[in-house]
């Protein structure tokens, strides 16, 4: 009995230290992707909203910005977000999880850093940065920290997923879809229209689709690369928001959902609130 309470006493021991070593190590590497961000800013244009630049817009573009902004108010210069949801772990079946996550985003040059925390037992979570850097992408999973599970990185496939959900996020910080901000934006109907962003060597181009009274209802790619079976692959990919609420004078949506459009039907694999925005403007 007593050799059966001293390993019991070693394992907690040493998952504890596992959980301190990996907590100490995951936030090291936090420090280094949100000091990228920082190092990577570019001066914005301007720093007023001028609705003299909807003019030629697409109408349902036009709409969307009335309905969320003000004239003058100043241009957002980076976003501080916190959510709580659940994640689906599975590619093939339900296997939702809960998480909580921190988030940074700066909108020139665009970037941002979501630190993920998914706990798949209590006590344990894996740890996940979902990233856009400097033009490169990341996407790194790691079992309490410690233990690498995922690690890619890259300018080419993986940035240019990490572009889009950049793009596709706006609606959390949405001046960075105006003119000025480099989105060039093209009509499709009376409820919708593509938005292209271009950074460095990537372009990036989503479908938005407007509420009657302006705001955004969904965003949808042709195709963004996921993983499957430990390969990238590429499939249509879709986001709802709703529950609109104003805060420092700019409407965003408070809940979102994330899907995959599969040939099986729509996968959804991302459920979140917000729990807290704050807003950095221009001076």
């Given at each position: 009995?007593?050799?059966?309470?001293l390993?019991?006493?070693?394992?907690?021991?040493?998952?504890?230290?596992?959980?301190?070593?990996?907590?100490?190590?995951?936030?090291?590497?936090?420090?280094?992707?949100?000091?990228?961000?920082?190092?990577?800013?570019?001066?914005?244009?301007?720093?007023?909203?001028?609705?003299?630049e909807?003019?030629?817009?697409?109408?349902?573009?036009?709409?969307?910005?009335?309905?969320?902004?003000?004239?003058?108010?100043?241009?957002?210069?980076?976003?501080?977000?916190?959510?709580?949801?659940?994640?689906?772990?599975?590619?093939?079946?339900?296997?939702?999880k809960?998480?909580?996550?921190?988030?940074?985003?700066?909108?020139?040059?665009?970037?941002?850093?979501?630190?993920?925390?998914?706990?798949?037992?209590?006590?344990?979570?894996?740890?996940?940065?979902?990233?856009?850097?400097?033009?490169?992408?990341?996407?790194?999973?790691?079992l309490?920290?410690?233990?690498?599970?995922?690690?890619?990185?890259?300018?080419?496939?993986?940035?240019?997923?990490?572009?889009?959900?950049f793009?596709?996020?706006?609606?959390?910080?949405?001046?960075?879809?105006?003119?000025?901000?480099?989105?060039?934006?093209?009509?499709?109907?009376?409820?919708?229209?593509?938005?292209?962003?271009?950074?460095?060597?990537?372009?990036?181009?989503?479908?938005?689709?407007?509420?009657?009274?302006?705001?955004?209802?969904?965003?949808?790619?042709?195709?963004?690369?996921?993983?499957?079976?430990?390969t990238?692959?590429?499939?249509?990919?879709?986001?709802r928001?709703?529950?609109?609420e104003?805060?420092?004078?700019?409407r965003?949506?408070?809940?979102?959902?994330?899907?995959?459009?599969?040939p099986?039907?729509?996968?959804?694999?991302?459920?979140?609130?917000?729990?807290?925005?704050?807003?950095?403007?221009?001076?």
């Amino acid at each position: 009995m007593l050799q059966v309470v001293l390993v019991i006493v070693a394992l907690a021991a040493a998952f504890i230290a596992a959980r301190a070593y990996g907590q100490v190590r995951w936030a090291a590497g936090t420090q280094t992707l949100r000091a990228g961000l920082n190092a990577a800013r570019t001066p914005l244009g301007s720093r007023r909203v001028d609705f003299d630049e909807l003019v030629g817009l697409p109408a349902p573009v036009q709409r969307f910005f009335r309905s969320v902004l003000s004239e003058s108010q100043p241009l957002i210069t980076r976003v501080h977000v916190r959510h709580r949801g659940t994640f689906n772990m599975s590619e093939t079946t339900e296997q939702w999880k809960t998480f909580t996550s921190d988030q940074q985003v700066v909108i020139r040059r665009p970037g941002f850093d979501w630190d993920g925390r998914i706990q798949m037992f209590p006590g344990v979570a894996v740890h996940v940065h979902d990233a856009y850097v400097a033009g490169e992408g990341v996407l790194h999973a790691s079992l309490l920290g410690a233990v690498t599970l995922a690690n890619l990185r890259g300018s080419g496939e993986i940035a240019q997923g990490e572009l889009m959900r950049f793009l596709a996020e706006a609606a959390w910080y949405p001046t960075a879809l105006l003119p000025s901000h480099g989105v060039r934006w093209s009509a499709i109907d009376d409820r919708s229209a593509f938005a292209t962003l271009v950074d460095d060597a990537l372009s990036v181009t989503l479908r938005f689709t407007f509420l009657p009274d302006g705001p955004i209802d969904t965003v949808d790619a042709a195709a963004r690369a996921r993983m499957a079976g430990g390969t990238l692959v590429h499939a249509p990919w879709h986001g709802r928001f709703w529950n609109y609420e104003e805060h420092d004078g700019i409407r965003v949506p408070m809940d979102g959902e994330v899907s995959w459009l599969l040939p099986a039907g729509a996968k959804p694999y991302w459920r979140g609130h917000i729990t807290e925005i704050a807003f950095t403007v221009a001076p």
